[in-house]
């Protein structure tokens, strides 16, 4: 590929070798840490600290800062596992494959997150805890896509068709999830639209955003952390008897 | 031999196969007519909820005698070994494996139309949906062929594959049944349903035209 800076390719060629990535996932980890903890630090003191109550919601609206990036990553994780498998398909890179399985668990509990802290803050204020809004069912949507890579993964036996098999499906769910937001999103409109749901959104003030998007850059490197460890066992699991595992383990013992 | 003549022998050597077990043809149509009658049995018979409720009740059973059949489209092939054959043809996979879906609608999908009204009749469905039943019947089951073929293919080394595909199929299903139902039940109530007719057209279209490719590289990494 001529149209990539050769010092580029060459850092993407030594960074897919797994002993090479393993160490520079370990370099990374503690200064990962580190920049998580500050973010969280200073976006949780931010939202639930500095922050003003809400003038209509209170205090319960302060939920926001785990919920909202919580949905936003659920979304985010998802696309990038699409573009890891295409990375997979196209390029047979082992590392792609493995970085696209060690974020399915990570994303589903995201997804998760994003649902339960939603229905937490709808008891309050919707008087319910689920509404078949659009984009509560759509969440509920992806939930599944999520699990279902994670389980397809774990049905394969031989783990070099399985990773194969989870690249093409989250190639295939990518397609789809528009589709699906949208056809829901029409589905709610059609029908009648709920009585309760959507308060208008009030245009967010500054002292709420800058928590908002410290939280959600604490999110994103929370996912990193998360994903390279997973990485790492992912790695480690799959090249047991290769010689790079064997002298990791000498120099552990 | 040429593409067509290859895309045409498959069609015809699938449609003589499910002739020949012709038990395993009534099991869909079968599982349908059951699941529908499941209904006013749970629910009640009352007329007015019936008559709600059976565009959905239609349309759900639809999709799951349509998922209970996915399982036939690859399964015995890949056992008896002639769908190592078929990758191993000379033409283009997803064309071959566009025949193998074809067939598979015309034994699964296409009986439904037949049973349809009649339940609809049972359900108290209006006369003035009954078109537009039918027409989104015709536009919507072969996608669910299609769908289903991805995770048919992406799951059809496993020995026990069924939960499994049910879970990576039925997410995938949700668009059709939402536009499929609303369709038959805006029709109930005498309201236009041109828009979802024409989405449902859409998406049967795209789906023709993008599924043949990931069954293909699914049933590829499956037979390795």
Redesign the interface.
């Known amino acids: 590929m001529s149209w990539i800076p050769t010092p580029i390719s060459r850092f993407f060629h030594r960074t897919s070798s797994p002993p090479h990535f393993y160490a520079l996932a370990n370099r990374w980890l503690p200064w990962l840490t580190a920049l998580f903890l500050l973010l969280l630090g200073a976006g949780l003191y931010g939202g639930l600290y500095l922050a003003p109550a809400d003038y209509q919601q209170g205090d319960s609206y302060r939920i926001i800062y785990v919920h909202v990036p919580a949905a936003w990553m659920s979304l985010f994780i998802y696309v990038l596992m699409a573009v890891m498998g295409a990375i997979a398909l196209v390029w047979r890179m082992k590392l792609a494959e493995v970085m696209l399985i060690s974020s399915a668990p990570i994303g589903a509990g995201f997804t998760f997150i994003a649902l339960v802290t939603g229905s937490l803050w709808g008891k309050p204020m919707w008087g319910t805890w689920w509404v078949w809004d659009a984009r509560l069912t759509s969440e509920l949507i992806l939930l599944f896509l999520y699990l279902g890579v994670i389980s397809l993964y774990g049905a394969i036996e031989d783990k070099k068709a399985a990773a194969k098999a989870v690249s093409i499906l989250a190639l295939v769910g990518v397609v789809n999830i528009p589709i699906i937001h949208y056809s829901v999103e029409w589905w709610n409109t059609l029908h009648q639209g709920p009585t309760v749901t959507k308060i208008d959104k009030p245009s967010i003030h500054v002292s709420m955003l800058v928590p908002l998007l410290l939280m959600a850059l604490a999110f994103k490197v929370y996912y990193l952390i998360a994903v390279l460890q997973a990485a790492k066992l992912e790695l480690v699991r799959r090249e047991a008897s290769s010689q790079w595992v064997k002298n990791l383990l000498e120099t552990k013992l | 031999m040429s593409l067509t003549t290859a895309f045409f022998a498959i069609i015809r050597r699938d449609l003589l196969l499910a002739f020949r077990r012709r038990a395993e043809l009534a099991n869909p149509l079968l599982f349908f007519v059951m699941v529908v009658t499941l209904f006013p049995l749970a629910v009640g018979a009352q007329p007015n909820l019936l008559q709600a409720m059976a565009p959905g009740v239609i349309w759900v059973a639809a999709l799951l005698a349509a998922l209970l059949s996915l399982d036939n489209l690859f399964r015995s092939d890949f056992e008896d070994g002639s769908l190592e054959q078929l990758l191993l043809s000379p033409h283009s996979l997803s064309i071959l494996v566009l025949g193998k879906i074809l067939a598979h609608w015309l034994v699964t999908g296409l009986p439904l139309l037949l049973v349809a009204p009649l339940l609809a009749l049972f359900l108290g469905l209006p006369q003035a949906a009954m078109g537009t039943l039918w027409l989104t019947l015709i536009l919507a089951t072969p996608m669910l062929s299609l769908i289903g073929a ?1 995770g048919v293919a ?2 059809v ?2 020995r026990r ?1 069924g939960m ?1 595909l049910s ?2 199929v ?3 299903y ?2 059709v049944l ?2 499929a139902s ?1 369709a038959v039940d ?1 029709a109930a109530s005498g309201l236009p349903v041109t828009a979802q007719l024409n ?1 449902l057209l859409a ?1 049967l279209i795209l789906a023709l035209v ?1 599924v043949p490719l ?1 069954t293909s ?2 049933l590829k ?2 037979v ?1």
């Open positions: 991805i992406l799951t080394g496993l594959g499994i879970l990576l039925l997410p995938l949700i668009p939402i536009f609303n805006r989405i998406m993008l990931p590289a699914a990494m499956s390795n």
